[in-house]
């Protein structure tokens, strides 16, 4: 699961401080202290941010964990020939993931001080693109829907592209989690079953 | 002038103009006299259609299930008679609107049924109006993977997920590319990274991100759709850029007037791609609902100097 994570710098920093502080010490003790209690006075936030990091990794390995024993279940998405088959597969896995996660709510998944640093990365990121680059992120952003946690994206909305570069900035999902846009919100979509696992509001600027 | 890999482009009809401004070399003598040429006029083609080459279709934004689609479908299957391609490679938006059973039916297995029927296989790439489950549809050959490459012969394609380039698909990228001994590269994906299109226009994020993959291993040519129409690119860094939106949708006069980055473009009626690739050379067509070829030429491999000359 560790692969699939972004450690962002400032979460790294903050994750590997107490390790360079180990290693440190052993060698110069005192340059190291001085060391990690000026880094730490620089960034008393780095530790509580990696921390929420790590939280939002549990959380997400605990949903691919109740996926996965649910797809045992019922018959798994793998290749077919048949449509109909397919549909059923993908209907009868998002029925299932709905009614054990009956009672999720927003930021179940993300937990609060992820969704600010995604909110903020979302924000800087925007502040350097130009008008035209702008103006391509919020092509085809489907507009006028708010998320519902287990509602499914619906088919006649397309699924607007998160920039790459800004992707490269979020923590990031295996790969059958996605980011996507929704008006202005950004949901995270079980890419198999199209369903809202969780969403944060308001995180676009207005277009 | 040294012959050197832009200037080999060739070729016909209109574009010999732009053909002329990059130095380019005629094309060859039969297929002169292009414009005008139909499908089902053995003269027409541009194709050499040799034995052992690597024959194959390029369709995109397709899935409408309207009769623009049929009409574009049915010329697909015709053009089997005189060019025996081996597979057709999809752009994305393979269905728009409903994803349902029925919508599978209707927006592809109907309007491709004599294509299917003959046992050739599409490989599609997901556009931004896809389920991405589509990935376990067995006739789009994705064989469950948002992105994945697959092997004719001497060339290999990559088949990205443009809708979603979250680094785990870009370091797969970086894994395969340079990994391939394939004497050709192709990747393509649903959204164009050189584009002149006025609704979209290029996908510079994902240009900033995998154009330096491609420049740096041996990459030739890149399809995409995305934008409903056609439009091929004048070579980016070396690299061939065919933009082939418009198999069933049509943006109709959204190619920006003037744009440097132009070639040849057609975004008055659909169209769709016939693609050969003998050796050291990419030839292809592109055909518009009318039959008509609008487009052809002769892309050479990189570090190759084929030597194409009139006439031969």
């Given at each position: 699961m560790n692969a699939y994570f972004a450690v962002t710098r400032f979460a790294l920093a903050g994750a590997l401080l107490p390790l360079l502080a180990d290693h440190t010490m052993a060698q110069t003790p005192r340059r190291a202290d001085q060391g990690v209690a000026q880094r730490q006075a620089e960034n008393p936030n780095a530790n509580v941010q990696a921390e929420a990091l790590a939280e939002f990794q549990q959380r997400i390995q605990k949903y691919l964990d109740l996926r996965m024993e649910l797809s045992r279940k019922l018959k798994p998405l793998s290749p077919t020939p048949n449509p109909a088959d397919l549909a059923a597969r993908q209907e009868n896995l998002a029925a299932a993931i709905r009614e054990a996660r009956k009672n999720a709510k927003p930021g179940d998944m993300i937990p609060t001080r992820v969704a600010t640093q995604i909110r903020t990365t979302i924000a800087e990121d925007f502040r350097r693109r130009n008008p035209d680059t702008k103006r391509a992120v919020f092509?085809?952003?489907?507009?006028?829907i708010r998320p519902v946690i287990n509602k499914t994206m619906p088919d006649s909305a397309a699924l607007a592209t998160v920039p790459p570069l800004l992707l490269n900035n979020l923590p990031r999902l295996p790969d059958n989690l996605q980011y996507r846009f929704m008006d202005r919100d950004i949901v995270l979509l079980d890419g198999d079953t199209r369903l809202i696992v969780d969403y944060i509001l308001n995180v676009l600027p207005p277009h | 002038m040294p012959v050197t890999r832009r200037t080999l482009l060739s070729l016909t009809g209109q574009c010999l103009v732009a053909a002329a401004a990059e130095s380019l070399l005629p094309f060859r003598a039969g297929a002169q006299g292009l414009p005008g040429a139909h499908i089902g006029d053995p003269n027409a083609s541009t194709l050499p259609n040799v034995k052992d080459s690597i024959k194959f279709a390029v369709i995109g934004?397709?899935?409408?299930?309207?009769r623009e689609q049929y009409q574009v479908g049915k010329l697909l299957n015709d053009a089997r008679g005189r060019f025996p391609y081996e597979f057709v490679t999809m752009m994305g938006d393979n269905m728009y609107g409903g994803q349902g059973p029925s919508d599978f039916v209707k927006k592809f297995e109907t309007p491709y049924k004599s294509i299917l029927d003959a046992n050739i296989n599409f490989y599609a790439t997901l556009g931004n109006?896809?389920?991405?489950?589509?990935?376990?549809?067995?006739?789009?050959?994705?064989?469950?993977?948002r992105y994945y490459s697959f092997r004719k012969g001497d060339v290999e394609f990559f088949v990205l997920d443009s809708t979603y380039m979250a680094p785990v698909q870009v370091d797969w990228l970086k894994d395969v590319l340079p990994k391939s001994n394939a004497k050709w590269k192709i990747p393509y994906m649903h959204?164009?990274?050189?584009s002149s299109g006025e609704k979209h226009g290029s996908e510079e994020d994902l240009r900033t991100l995998i154009e330096p993959l491609f420049r740096d291993n041996g990459v030739d040519v890149v399809f995409a759709g995305h934008e409903h129409f056609y439009e091929r690119l004048k070579p980016q860094q070396g690299i061939y850029y065919f933009t082939?939106?418009?198999?069933?949708?049509l943006r109709e006069g959204n190619i920006r007037v003037g744009s440097a980055m132009t070639a040849k473009g057609f975004d008055t009626d659909n169209s769709f791609m016939l693609v050969e690739i003998a050796k050291d050379q990419m030839f292809f067509e592109t055909i518009a609902?009318?039959?008509?070829?609008?487009d052809s030429g002769i892309v050479p491999r990189h570090g190759t100097t084929p030597g194409i000359k009139a006439g031969s």
């Amino acid at each position: 699961m560790n692969a699939y994570f972004a450690v962002t710098r400032f979460a790294l920093a903050g994750a590997l401080l107490p390790l360079l502080a180990d290693h440190t010490m052993a060698q110069t003790p005192r340059r190291a202290d001085q060391g990690v209690a000026q880094r730490q006075a620089e960034n008393p936030n780095a530790n509580v941010q990696a921390e929420a990091l790590a939280e939002f990794q549990q959380r997400i390995q605990k949903y691919l964990d109740l996926r996965m024993e649910l797809s045992r279940k019922l018959k798994p998405l793998s290749p077919t020939p048949n449509p109909a088959d397919l549909a059923a597969r993908q209907e009868n896995l998002a029925a299932a993931i709905r009614e054990a996660r009956k009672n999720a709510k927003p930021g179940d998944m993300i937990p609060t001080r992820v969704a600010t640093q995604i909110r903020t990365t979302i924000a800087e990121d925007f502040r350097r693109r130009n008008p035209d680059t702008k103006r391509a992120v919020f092509n085809e952003v489907p507009e006028r829907i708010r998320p519902v946690i287990n509602k499914t994206m619906p088919d006649s909305a397309a699924l607007a592209t998160v920039p790459p570069l800004l992707l490269n900035n979020l923590p990031r999902l295996p790969d059958n989690l996605q980011y996507r846009f929704m008006d202005r919100d950004i949901v995270l979509l079980d890419g198999d079953t199209r369903l809202i696992v969780d969403y944060i509001l308001n995180v676009l600027p207005p277009h | 002038m040294p012959v050197t890999r832009r200037t080999l482009l060739s070729l016909t009809g209109q574009c010999l103009v732009a053909a002329a401004a990059e130095s380019l070399l005629p094309f060859r003598a039969g297929a002169q006299g292009l414009p005008g040429a139909h499908i089902g006029d053995p003269n027409a083609s541009t194709l050499p259609n040799v034995k052992d080459s690597i024959k194959f279709a390029v369709i995109g934004d397709t899935g409408t299930g309207g009769r623009e689609q049929y009409q574009v479908g049915k010329l697909l299957n015709d053009a089997r008679g005189r060019f025996p391609y081996e597979f057709v490679t999809m752009m994305g938006d393979n269905m728009y609107g409903g994803q349902g059973p029925s919508d599978f039916v209707k927006k592809f297995e109907t309007p491709y049924k004599s294509i299917l029927d003959a046992n050739i296989n599409f490989y599609a790439t997901l556009g931004n109006h896809d389920d991405p489950a589509q990935r376990f549809y067995k006739p789009f050959n994705m064989d469950g993977k948002r992105y994945y490459s697959f092997r004719k012969g001497d060339v290999e394609f990559f088949v990205l997920d443009s809708t979603y380039m979250a680094p785990v698909q870009v370091d797969w990228l970086k894994d395969v590319l340079p990994k391939s001994n394939a004497k050709w590269k192709i990747p393509y994906m649903h959204h164009p990274i050189y584009s002149s299109g006025e609704k979209h226009g290029s996908e510079e994020d994902l240009r900033t991100l995998i154009e330096p993959l491609f420049r740096d291993n041996g990459v030739d040519v890149v399809f995409a759709g995305h934008e409903h129409f056609y439009e091929r690119l004048k070579p980016q860094q070396g690299i061939y850029y065919f933009t082939e939106g418009g198999s069933a949708k049509l943006r109709e006069g959204n190619i920006r007037v003037g744009s440097a980055m132009t070639a040849k473009g057609f975004d008055t009626d659909n169209s769709f791609m016939l693609v050969e690739i003998a050796k050291d050379q990419m030839f292809f067509e592109t055909i518009a609902r009318t039959g008509k070829v609008i487009d052809s030429g002769i892309v050479p491999r990189h570090g190759t100097t084929p030597g194409i000359k009139a006439g031969s």
